[in-house]
């Protein structure tokens, strides 16, 4: 294997691929990360084994920019990242190369493996042999199958993950709640999420979905670092599933994830479907009024906050704690349906839910003081946030 | 033992209910291996999780040279699992480590195998925690679990697994073995008496510390035996200082029961088993002529019981102080 690179290009792609190594691994060749050199350009991947990212560096890169399109020199608009001399590949360890790439003094870098799986990192003067591991010992990933696939835009996705990611449960009593179920059905794409005491569910329209899925569970952790590693962009990500694992593919980056094995509890059934009363507040107003009351509320395991429907189109938040003092508010809300209504919940929550609703106005769905209820953006937006009351006498 | 065909020559029984069990498709959710050591447990768990993974098998035989075993061999198949003991015993973080990995998907495939070495040191709330997956494995899922102490597994644990017995080797094959490796008779009898293991016993007969350690246990013996007042302050001057890890505590005890063992048998007049000494040794003679067999019997069962405190890691210098103590007569 031999090539020469562009530095930048290189440390951005190990920037990315870096996030899914682990320094505490048990298998040993996951401390390194994997250097493919091929004709079309350079891959790099690295794993944890829950998840893994592959990075491509494509060896010429087209230019999409409109000037220089008109112009018929071919050469301007294209540029030449790397270019290989000899294909081949190798797992470099993650501790020592990508520090070895930043520090490097020159804008360009050769990479050079000789038999004995020692590897010469050229830079100007600078000169770095390297031992790498055979990179036939590094886990087989599996083949992308494009063809049962959809797409998204980053944009779409990241906000699918934060609307229900947080309400994945974070004990490990039960690992399948540790993930985010999704399910893809008459090209309606649904993530949802619970730790038993409260749900978060999002649905959205997916055009020509060559696929259906009827329930997969990803873990929370991998969507978190999925949003993190994914920019604010309306690209189109792409998204398949193999037996055991989801792949998300943006042009250059691959982020693979493991599957949690077991059966995902039924949801739906959990879901009110009528209500007694129904209340229209602004968003923003409850989440300051909750926020207020839970300050005293916070030492309490549940942070435990009380809410009362007045007559005059009002309601009022209160908490107590004994020990503390106690706190009312009074609140405007914008219309009320139904039956008076007294009902306790955990402010935390309450206000995790309202967080994840990025709307003016939401209504909320009471069945009475022991039942659960729901939380929905007034226009109707497809996201539902579902809460257990907490009993108190 | 790198093939199925060497197991058989050396755990026939074993070999034969494992590879059965593989022929006819019915590989088990948990195995349960117990064995001394040098038996071979490891080759025959590394051999199932290759017969599983194995791309290239040729009948019940795996390949050693296809990438799943050679990855299987070094460690860094990503779905076979080695739980080895951190220290002294199995932590908690690995067992939680491990849980994780139970509900999780295969990376490459959605076989699993998990290799537990020393499931004996497993603490009982570690091994609590295994049991739920022992007791509803999720397909296509094999624990193996390796043990030279069966009897300190707790039987939650023994009785959802298949458990295979692995026969002591013989003796009097090891000692020719070790022979022909050039290896003088006295020094092969004294081997084949503590370890199962070619290499542990050549890397041993050539290790200054060992030679001076079996040279320790007939100074105390001589002590024991001429100056019994003097054996507390020989622990001090001279054991304590060269036994100083707990391995070689109870290398250091083995030792010493094989001696006390032979002292016996020179007594009964069993002189062809004899291992540490030689049949006409002075020292020998004197032993047994000072210690009466119910001495020599309640000696031994405080070997014993020293052994044991070890293990349940009292301090070493005491195990030794009161081991002395009782060794008088």
């Known amino acids: ?393 | 033992m790198k093939t199925w065909s060497e197991v058989a020559e050396v755990q026939p029984l074993a070999g034969r209910i494992i590879t059965n069990s593989i022929k006819k498709g019915r590989v088990s959710h948990a195995y349960l291996i117990q064995g001394e050591r040098g038996t071979g447990k490891e080759a025959i768990a590394s051999l199932i999780a290759k017969g599983l993974f194995c791309t290239d098998k040729d009948g019940l035989e795996p390949c050693h040279t296809c990438q799943m075993c050679k990855r299987i061999d070094s460690g860094n198949h990503p779905d076979v699992h080695w739980i080895v003991p951190d220290g002294q015993s199995i932590k908690i973080e690995q067992i939680k480590n491990l849980q994780k990995e139970f509900t999780y998907s295969g990376l490459e495939s959605n076989k699993k195998v998990y290799i537990i070495k020393a499931a004996d040191t497993l603490t009982l709330n570690a091994a609590n925690r295994i049991l739920k997956f022992l007791e509803e494995p999720s397909r296509q899922t094999t624990a193996i679990m390796l043990t030279e102490n069966s009897s300190a597994i707790i039987p939650t644990i023994r009785s959802r697994c298949q458990v295979i017995d692995l026969q002591p080797l013989n003796p009097k094959k090891f000692q020719k073995k070790l022979m022909d490796e050039g290896m003088p008779e006295q020094h092969a009898v004294l081997m084949s008496a503590l370890t199962n293991s070619i290499d542990e016993a050549v890397a041993w007969k050539s290790d200054d510390w060992f030679a001076s350690a079996l040279k320790l246990v007939v100074q105390l013996i001589e002590k024991l035996v001429n100056y019994p007042e003097d054996a507390y302050l020989f622990i001090h001057s001279s054991w304590m200082p060269h036994f100083k890890e707990r391995s070689e505590q109870e290398q250091g005890l083995d030792v010493m029961l094989l001696a006390w063992k032979d002292i016996l048998y020179y007594h009964i007049g069993n002189e062809e088993q004899l291992v540490f000494f030689r049949a006409n040794s002075d020292l020998l003679q004197r032993a047994a002529l000072s210690f009466s067999q119910e001495s020599i019997i309640d000696n031994l069962q405080a070997i014993l019981q020293a052994k044991r405190k070890l293990k349940q890691n009292v301090h070493p210098t005491l195990v030794m102080e009161q081991l002395t103590l009782q060794l008088k007569r």
Do not use: C, W
């Open chain 1, 1 to 393: 294997m031999k090539f020469i690179i562009n530095r930048q290009k290189l440390i951005s792609g190990l920037q990315d691929v870096m996030k899914a190594i682990s320094s505490r691994t048990v298998v040993p060749i996951l401390t390194g990360v994997k250097l493919e050199a091929a004709k079309e350009g350079i891959t790099l991947t690295g794993s944890d084994s829950d998840i893994t990212i592959k990075y491509f560096i494509p060896a010429v890169e087209e230019f999409v920019d409109k000037k220089t399109d008109e112009a018929d020199e071919e050469m301007d608009n294209k540029k030449i990242n790397a270019e290989i001399i000899q294909e081949g590949s190798i797992v470099l360890h993650a501790k020592y190369f990508p520090d070895i790439i930043r520090k490097l003094p020159e804008e360009t870098v050769e990479i050079e493996m000789d038999p004995q799986l020692k590897v010469a990192i050229r830079s100007g003067k600078a000169l770095f042999h390297l031992n790498g591991q055979d990179p036939d010992e590094y886990p087989l990933l599996p083949e992308l199958q494009t063809e049962d696939s959809f797409e998204l835009s980053t944009n779409t996705l990241k906000a699918l993950i934060k609307q229900t990611v947080f309400a994945v449960a974070t004990m490990e009593s039960r690992p399948i709640l540790t993930g985010v179920q999704i399910k893809l059905l008459d090209n309606k794409l649904t993530f949802s999420a619970t730790d038993s005491h409260r749900l978060a569910m999002q649905e959205i329209p997916v055009d020509d979905a060559q696929t259906e899925i009827t329930s997969l569970v990803i873990p929370g952790k991998s969507l978190n670092e999925l949003n993190k590693i994914l920019t604010d962009n309306d690209e189109k990500i792409e998204i398949s599933v193999t037996n055991n694992q989801i792949l998300f593919r943006t042009e250059n980056l691959y982020f693979l994830s493991r599957l949690l094995d077991g059966k995902y509890p039924e949801t739906s059934r959990l879901i009110p479907e009528e209500s007694k009363t129904a209340l229209q507040i602004k968003t923003k107003e409850l989440l300051h009024t909750i926020d207020r009351a839970s300050l005293l509320a916070k030492d309490d395991h549940n942070n435990v906050v009380r809410l009362t429907t007045n007559d005059n189109n009002s309601a009022e938040i209160s908490s107590n704690s004994p020990e503390v003092g106690t706190v009312t508010e009074e609140i405007g809300i914008q219309s009320m349906e139904g039956e008076d209504l007294k009902i306790s919940f955990s402010s935390k929550y309450m206000m995790d839910a309202l967080k994840a609703i990025d709307f003016d106005e939401v209504k909320i769905e009471f069945t009475g003081a022991m039942r659960p209820f729901i939380i929905r953006p007034v226009n109707g937006a497809e996201i539902l946030q579902l809460i257990l009351p907490i009993r108190t006498y």
